[in-house]
């Protein structure tokens, strides 16, 4: 047993969804739990009962009650997820040994088969991480197979062993490549069912609750009944609704109607009106039958505080109803099911297509989708989040994988509240569907109103490079990625950069060949048409390059000399294309989108306002086709970590640390963490005295190297902070004489020094791991120096790395050529540095408990790199993704919100 007890860990709660896309909650056991949990018990079939207690139980005893409700959250932890008032399964373990516990299972009969189980593993394996936990043994009846198989489903490597007649399983629970996949594919077909009723519903009611909001469900109303949605409408409190006899005074009299009718209760609710009566309105809805709620007024977190409460008691009650909700704030949804298409907008008129699209505010919904009216794109999907307090772009993007209909999706992004999760998912999404997201200037820099999210410590490039690795084709404005839009919607991805080009001026052509050079396209040779050409002049030239393999897309250019559009060169133009497997782009006069102008045969030529556009987007779509074609990779493994040991470790400098606060571990802790992941420092000693000096360098063996321990100096020759191959007594004396008369001369004096064997002559890196409060961990790399430092020089990445990832990393600081030989230098050990940035990688992700942890230098050599220094930061840890499912919303409390597990 602990010497002292943690306090309730309220950061364990969380609302997750099971496996048939309901949400539910998970807590910590509580002593008052101990009525729901004999209930649960007594629900419970003899056979059940059995499996769980190897013995008949009708009935739990007072003493068990009390030892199964009373647990100290360390030694002995159990969770149960509930529904309302009731337990519907809980997962417990007794630690056996220093890092060994039993773990037990116990789901209700009426539970079976929705992945409970599974779920109340993935969360008691996070708690025994977090407590020094590293194996779970258990002990199963063989007749039990559904416990098995929930342990050997889990992605761990479980071995098994009959004795007397009883199963014993054993299993490490350190998270693992395979592990993390498990619980990934889970979690999108959980995240992805969950949304069904959002994204596919088959009947809706629209709802106008009162207030100047109203306005917004009736033209809501107006919009689903105008469009081509199939399915049963039923609006309340909309004016006029009775006319076609679907409307009700109120959600009272249409559940009266239901009943009556005996018609299916509707999937979805489109609500607005005054706030309060939107919260008071859920529960009626949930016993309605509703699975999702899409509030389109305001009035609650971007309002106030008293708006603030108003939105976790508006997450509270979808919750507790089962329900998911969108917004509130939110401009709609439009969504694509076996009812056909519902538009749930407050915009009218927007086309089919095969765009989804993802935003946040009503004001940003309004402007997309007035832009991509304008533009022709037809909508397959559009989410908008509003205030983002349930339904996330994670959330989305998880159901979007499973619609064959999307060819392409846009996530615009004013906040970001989980990105390493959003990297995780949108690298699964772009394998099959492009993937364009346009970023705010202040996109993670900021909490916009309404929105629970935490805001980062980092360069905005971080959240840049993670949409890079994640395969995510950026654009900076609405523009550009409207322009990506309409091209990866129309038109197949380029094979390859080779560029042709073809218009109506050499000048022209000359430009856009050299605008694509400029974005990294090949231009292939191509001559110019006449300025007064044809439509049959460009049909004969666009039939000779459809024969021509020398390229892999074609942008079209036409500026006609007497500055009207030629229908003639659209319709060559359109013709030529419509059987062409390369994309085709065009910039001519007159034509702006996706315009019946330039279709032919169901295929449409985009057309753009200028030609440095068209290239632009072809770059985009260039880049995004290489990322799917090249290897990621495989995860980073390296051998010879203990990650347990390393957490044993951190314990003793994390107790008494408050939120917030931080401390330093003392170099032997360091050298202890680096070595739990197979890293070691080249050996030095500090000194006072030119007598400890030496003492040190003879200790170390000659020659070394002799350092000031004052933290600005001490990387810096230039100066006097280092002295370097020192091979006897007197130098290393004198060295420290000139040494302290140099400090004291830019008054920093007195701070000792290190004496440090010499490592071999090598290029400096600095390599460094992060905890952040909106990322997690952040890895960064670059060179030493003050050019690098001055210029800002960094990499970023966001583990889990894979080795490719890694490889990239290194090779993306400007600074790199370096280490590869630049104007005859010689070439390093960049595998050796790969496995040092690697081993880092992994160690920040397992241990949120590191809040910076610095080598500074790496010095990478010949043959292998030498780690001259090292500072680690330890801080309580706080991290959104932790192996584990989780939604976004209400907090422990079920009020405070928890922008820590916030999803995008």
């Not at 088969?113 to 977090?130: F, P």
């Not at 906040?415 to 996109?443: D, E, M, W, Y």
């Not at 942008?555 to 419509?578: F, K, M, Q, Y």
Request: hydrophobic share 45%; charged share 20%; proline share 6%.
């Amino acid at each position: 047993m602990s010497e002292e007890a943690p306090p309730y860990p309220a950061h364990w709660e969380a609302d997750v969804v099971l496996r048939d896309g309901i949400p539910m909650h998970i807590r910590p056991i509580r002593p008052e739990d101990a009525p729901a949990l004999q209930a649960m018990h007594q629900r419970q079939s003899p056979l059940s009962q059995y499996y769980r207690f190897f013995a008949p139980m009708e009935r739990l005893s007072d003493r068990d009650l009390h030892r199964f409700t009373h647990v100290d959250h360390d030694d002995r932890v159990a969770l149960v997820l509930t529904s309302g008032e009731d337990i519907l399964a809980v997962g417990r373990y007794d630690r056996v040994d220093h890092d060994v516990a039993e773990v037990a299972f116990y789901v209700a009969d009426s539970e079976h088969g929705r992945g409970l189980g599974s779920v109340l593993l993935e969360h008691l394996a996070a708690a025994g991480r977090e407590r020094g936990v590293v194996r779970f043994t258990a002990e199963v009846l063989p007749a039990n197979a559904r416990m098995i198989r929930v342990f050997r489903d889990a992605g761990y490597d479980v071995t098994q062993e009959l004795d007397d007649g009883v199963l014993r399983v054993e299993f490490h629970i350190e998270e693992t490549g395979r592990s993390w996949g498990v619980m990934a594919e889970r979690e999108q077909h959980a995240e992805s069912l969950s949304m069904r009723t959002l994204m596919a519903a088959g009947s809706v009611v629209v709802a106008g609750l009162g207030g100047p909001e109203q306005v917004l469900a009736e033209r809501a109303a107006e919009t689903v009944r105008d469009g081509s949605f199939t399915g049963p409408v039923h609006l309340v409190g909309i004016p006029d609704g009775g006319a076609e006899g679907v409307g009700h005074a109120s959600l009272t009299a249409l559940a009266e109607h239901l009943r009556a009718s005996q018609a299916p209760a509707p999937d979805l609710a489109v609500v607005a009106g005054e706030p309060d009566a939107v919260v008071a309105a859920v529960p009626e809805l949930a016993a309605l039958g509703v699975h999702a709620v899409v509030v389109l007024s305001g009035g609650f977190a971007e309002s106030d505080e008293a708006g603030r409460q108003r939105q976790a008691e508006l997450v509270r009650r979808t919750r507790a109803g089962g329900m998911r909700l969108l917004g509130p704030a939110s401009y709609g949804v439009v969504a694509t099911g076996p009812a056909g298409r519902l538009d749930a907008t407050v915009r009218r008129g927007i086309g089919q297509g095969g765009l989804a699209m993802f935003c946040q505010s009503a004001a940003a919904g309004s402007a997309l989708l007035s832009a991509v009216q304008r533009r022709g794109i037809g909508l397959r999907s559009f989410v908008s989040a509003g205030n983002r307090a349930d339904v996330s772009g994670n959330d989305t993007m998880q159901a979007w994988q499973d619609d064959p209909g999307i060819t392409a999706a846009v996530v615009n992004l004013e906040s970001i509240g989980n990105p390493r999760k959003f990297s995780r998912i949108a690298r699964r999404l772009g394998a099959t569907v492009p993937l364009i997201t346009v970023l705010s200037g202040q996109t993670g820099q900021q909490v916009p109103p309404g929105h629970a999210v935490r805001t980062t410590r980092e360069p905005q490039r971080v959240l840049a490079q993670m949409l890079d690795q994640a395969g995510v084709v950026r654009s900076r404005t609405t523009q550009e990625m409207l322009d990506l839009a309409q091209l990866l919607v129309s038109q197949p991805l380029p094979r390859g950069p080779r560029t042709a080009v073809l218009g109506n001026s050499g000048a022209l052509t000359t430009a856009i060949a050299g605008a694509a050079r400029g974005h990294g396209l090949q231009p292939v040779p191509s001559g110019a048409l006449p300025a007064l050409a044809t439509g049959e002049d460009y049909a004969r030239e666009l039939a000779r390059l459809r024969e021509d393999d020398s390229w892999d897309a074609l942008v079209v250019a036409h500026v006609p000399p007497l500055g009207d559009g030629d229908a003639g060169v659209w319709r060559a133009l359109a013709s030529a294309a419509a059987g062409e497997e390369r994309p085709v782009l065009a910039a001519v006069q007159g034509l702006l989108g996706l315009t019946d102008e330039l279709t032919s045969d169901g295929r449409t030529v985009p057309a753009y306002a200028t030609t440095a556009d068209a290239v632009a987007s072809l770059a985009g779509a260039v880049a995004h086709a290489r990322w799917r074609d090249t290897d990621r990779g495989e995860l980073v493994d390296p051998t010879g970590i203990a990650p347990a040991r390393a957490r044993e470790l951190l314990a003793p400098a994390l107790r008494g640390l408050g939120p917030g606060e931080a401390a330093r571990l003392a170099p032997d802790a360091v050298a202890e963490l680096l070595a739990c992941y197979g890293l070691s420092l080249v050996p030095s000693r500090t000194a006072r005295t030119p007598e400890e000096a030496v003492a040190a360098a003879q200790d170390l063996g000659w020659p070394v190297a002799l350092k000031t321990r004052d933290e600005v100096l001490r990387h810096r020759a230039d100066l006097g902070g280092v002295r370097l191959d020192l091979r006897t007594p007197a130098e290393l004396t004198a060295a420290m004489a000139a040494m302290t008369r140099d400090l004291e001369a830019v008054g920093r004096p007195g701070l000792g020094v290190e004496v440090q064997a010499m490592a071999p002559p090598g290029v400096a890196c600095v390599v460094r791991g992060t905890e952040d409060d909106l990322y997690g961990p952040v890895v960064s790399f670059g060179l030493g120096g003050d050019a690098v430092e001055l210029l800002d020089d960094v990499s970023y990445r966001i583990p889990p790395l894979t080795d490719v990832d890694v490889a990239q990393m290194v090779r993306a600081a400007k600074a790199s050529p370096r280490l590869f030989g630049h104007r005859g230098l010689p070439v390093m050990d960049v595998k050796a540095l790969e496995n040092v940035i690697a081993r880092v990688s992994v160690l920040v992700d397992d241990l949120p408990e590191v809040r910076q942890i610095l080598l500074n230098p790496v010095l990478v050599g010949r043959r292998g790199a030498a780690l001259l220094s090292a500072v680690v930061e330890v801080a309580p840890p706080g991290r959104a993704d932790s192996g584990r499912r989780v939604l976004p919303g209400a907090g422990a409390s079920g009020v405070k919100m928890e922008p820590w597990i916030a999803a995008t």
